[in-house]
C-alpha cells in the first residue's frame, strides 16, 4: 500500500532479503545496477510492513517490498522476467498479444 492509501499497480514487488541492496536487486531483475533509481522512484512512496518508507537509497530492510517498474526492459531490450501478467481470453492469439 502507498502513503495516499492507494494499492500500487501494474507492478511487481521483491521482498528484501539479508544483504540485499537496491544495486544489487536492480542488477538482478533488470540486468542492470545502475537502474537502481527506478527501484527507488517506484518504491518510496510504498509503506512498508514496519510501517516506515523508503527515504534512503542505502537503507533497506528485510522484509520490505521493493517495487519492479511495471514492465522493465532488461539492456537486451527483453522485457524482465518478473514484467506483468496478460489474461488470456477466448480467440486472443500469441501474435496478436
Do not use: F, K, M, N
Not at 492509501?5 to 542488477?27: I, K, M, Y
Not at 522512484?41 to 511495471?70: E, F, N, Y
Request: negative net charge.
Amino acid at each position: 500500500e502507498r502513503r495516499d492509501g492507494q494499492a500500487s499497480r501494474d507492478a511487481d514487488t521483491v521482498v528484501v532479503e539479508e544483504g540485499d541492496t537496491l544495486s544489487g536487486l536492480a542488477a538482478e531483475h533488470l540486468d542492470d545496477g545502475t537502474r537502481w533509481p527506478e527501484l527507488y522512484q517506484a518504491s518510496d512512496d510504498v509503506v512498508q510492513p514496519d510501517g516506515r518508507t523508503l527515504q534512503d537509497p542505502d537503507l533497506i530492510h528485510p522484509g520490505w517490498q521493493i517495487t519492479l517498474p511495471a514492465q522493465a526492459e532488461r539492456r537486451d531490450g527483453q522485457a524482465s522476467r518478473d514484467a506483468d501478467t496478460v489474461v488470456v481470453e477466448e480467440g486472443d492469439t500469441l501474435s496478436g498479444l
